[in-house]
Structure formats: C-alpha cells, structure tokens
C-alpha cells in the first residue's frame, strides 16, 4: 500500500495563475480532506469529503475548489492563485471513525 | 466553540530529562483527542490517540476533563524527540453525523531535545 500520495512536492506559481493539487489514496477510505498548514496557524481544514460525489466546505475554503469522482482520487484547485495562498497542503483521509492518515503535503508558493 | 491551545510554540529540554507539552481544549460535548508529530519536512504521523491509552515511543498522554487537558508527557526526552507536535481534538464532518470527521489542530509546540 502506498497510502497517501500527494503531487507535486513542490510547486511555484505566478499570481493568477491556476493549479491543481493532486491526492490518491489506496486504503478505501471514505472520509478525505485537505488541510493548509501555515507558521503559528497550525493546521486548518480546507475541503472534505465523505465518499465519491460528496464534498464540503471546511474552516478556509475561498479560493479552493474540490471534486471526489473516484473513491481514490481527491484533488484541490486552486482557481486564481493569490499570495496568501503560500502554504504547506496536507492531504488525509481516514476510513469512518478510524485514525485519519496524511500524504507528505505539496509545498506551495505564490509571487 | 472547539478549540485546541497549546501554550508553547517551542519547548527546549536536555537529552534524559522529563518533558511536558500541554493542550488544552474547549468542546461541549465528550471530547476524543489526538497527538500527531511531524519531523522535520515530514508528514504528520499520529503519536496517541486518548480513546486507545497506548504509550508510544515512551509517550504518554491522560484526558483530564476536570481540567479540559491532554498533556503530551514522557519521562526522559531523546535528540530524536525533536519535532512539531500538534494536539487536535476531533470535530465530526459533518456536523451531527458520524461518517467522518476533521480534526481541529492547535498551533503546536517545537521540542527540540539538545544533547
């Protein structure tokens, strides 16, 4: 099993300009999420989902997009990438009320 | 409102003494927390998990509800300690249903263990 995987590792983007963090997980797992993990802030839920076709929006969402079409696949896009939107990105899922699991995270930069 | 607090942004201990990190949480109702670790430019991985009662890589952590803690502990601290740890307290996704849940995460303490 390789878990949780997330790419790219690292990424440089232009204000503006969009982009699409990808995450996959082989374990089955319904629940996914996204989290944004910041200096001092921590980390702060973006997006989840409980299963395919079902999404929410979590603590800071603006500026985020998600989809789930596949069990596995649980991508974020980033429409119109803006500064403040540097950070670490967290992917995790978990299966029901089981401990949730992490990917090694996409490390984003926005000039 | 859930919060988690954890007090320390960076805890200094020397290699075979005790450490401590604390946390703190508000939530109404029964409360499951957790501790994750991060080393360095890692991924998080969970350390504890309250509900299990597990002692892991020498770590300890007793849900206090009187006091509304989950201190992290462990009697003799080693260099490879050193790392962020952040206490999380479970927030069900969503809310009043139990398909899945978030975890709401404090701030984090930074231990690093000098020799």
Same mark, same amino acid.
């Given at each position: 099993?390789?878990?949780?995987?997330?790419?790219? +590792?690292?990424?440089?983007? +232009?204000? #503006?300009?969009?982009?699409?963090?990808?995450?996959?997980?082989?374990?089955?797992?319904?629940?996914? *999420?996204?989290?944004?993990?910041?200096? #001092?802030?921590?980390?702060?839920?973006?997006?989840?989902?409980?299963?395919?076709?079902?999404?929410?929006? /979590?603590?800071?969402?603006? #500026?985020?997009?998600? *989809?789930?079409?596949?069990?596995?696949?649980?991508?974020?896009?980033?429409?119109?990438?803006?500064? *403040?939107?540097?950070?670490?990105?967290?992917?995790?899922?978990? *299966?029901?009320? #089981?401990?949730?699991?992490? /990917?090694?995270?996409?490390?984003?930069?926005?000039? | 409102?859930?919060?988690?607090?954890?007090?320390?942004? !960076?805890?200094?201990?020397?290699?075979?003494?005790?450490?401590?990190?604390?946390?703190?949480?508000?939530?109404?109702?029964? @409360?499951?927390?957790?501790?994750?670790?991060?080393?360095?430019?890692?991924?998080?991985? !969970?350390?504890?998990?309250?509900?299990?009662?597990?002692?892991?890589?020498?770590?300890?952590?007793?849900? $206090?509800?009187?006091?509304?803690?989950?201190?992290?502990?462990? @009697?003799?601290?080693?260099?490879?300690?050193?790392?962020?740890?952040?206490?999380?307290?479970?927030?069900?996704?969503?809310?009043?249903? $139990?398909?899945?849940?978030?975890? $709401?995460?404090?701030?984090?303490?930074?231990? !690093?263990?000098? @020799?």
């Amino acid at each position: 099993n390789a878990g949780v995987t997330q790419t790219p +590792k690292f990424q440089v983007l +232009k204000t #503006g300009q969009s982009m699409t963090l990808q995450c996959a997980q082989d374990m089955n797992h319904e629940y996914m *999420s996204w989290y944004r993990q910041d200096p #001092g802030m921590g980390l702060r839920l973006i997006h989840y989902s409980v299963g395919a076709g079902i999404t929410d929006q /979590g603590e800071v969402p603006n #500026g985020y997009n998600v *989809s789930r079409s596949t069990t596995e696949d649980f991508p974020l896009r980033l429409l119109s990438a803006a500064p *403040s939107q540097t950070s670490v990105y967290f992917c995790a899922s978990s *299966s029901g009320q #089981g401990p949730q699991f992490f /990917g090694p995270g996409t490390r984003l930069t926005v000039l | 409102a859930q919060r988690v607090t954890q007090p320390e942004k !960076l805890l200094s201990v020397f290699k075979g003494a005790p450490v401590e990190l604390k946390c703190n949480y508000s939530y109404s109702g029964s @409360p499951e927390l957790f501790w994750y670790v991060q080393y360095s430019r890692q991924r998080l991985q !969970l350390l504890l998990r309250h509900i299990s009662r597990e002692s892991i890589k020498g770590f300890t952590a007793d849900l $206090n509800k009187g006091e509304t803690s989950f201190h992290l502990k462990k @009697p003799f601290a080693q260099e490879e300690d050193s790392a962020m740890y952040y206490c999380a307290l479970k927030a069900f996704r969503p809310e009043n249903s $139990n398909s899945g849940y978030a975890l $709401n995460f404090g701030k984090g303490t930074s231990l !690093l263990v000098t @020799p």
